[in-house]
Nanobody, 126 residues
Framework: QVQLVESGGGLVQAGGSLRLSCAASGRTFSPYAMGWFHQAPGKEREFVAAISWGPGNTYYADSVKGRFTISRDNAKNTVDLQMNSLKPEDTAVYYC???????????????????WGQGTQVTVSS
């Protein structure tokens, strides 16, 4: 059983920064990749960023490219999301996800991922 726990959310002013962290645990945890998604009230869950566990290749949604940075620490089984230059439209619940057994790595797709965290709230005030 794999468990993912997000932390680091909070309230910040526009232009500010937050660093989210996701900690993974479980005997069977051996991901191909991990990702971050967010979901605002009344909106669909959207892809934010992803990183492959081995080579560390990174992928970003156009809306966050240049502002957010995803990173991972394989030894600690953690993945972080550094969020800079935050905008009010970034306000959402942010979810960490793990891709355990991809057939083809469609990094932006919800259905690609096998495990999900509980989410952490990020609120950006204007």
């Amino acid at each position: 059983q794999v468990q993912l726990v997000e932390s680091g959310g909070g309230l910040v002013q526009a232009g500010g920064s937050l660093r989210l962290s996701c900690a993974a645990s479980g005997r069977t945890f051996s991901p191909y990749a991990m990702g971050w998604f967010h979901q605002a009230p009344g909106k669909e869950r959207e892809f934010v960023a992803a990183i492959s566990w081995g080579p560390g290749n990174t992928y970003y949604a156009d809306s966050v490219k240049g502002r957010f940075t995803i990173s991972r620490d394989n030894a600690k089984n953690t993945v972080d999301l550094q969020m800079n230059s935050l905008k009010p439209e970034d306000t959402a619940v942010y979810y960490c996800a793990a891709d355990q057994r991809p057939s083809s790595f469609t990094y932006y797709a919800l259905w690609e991922y096998d495990y999900w965290g509980q989410g952490t709230q990020v609120t950006v005030s204007s």
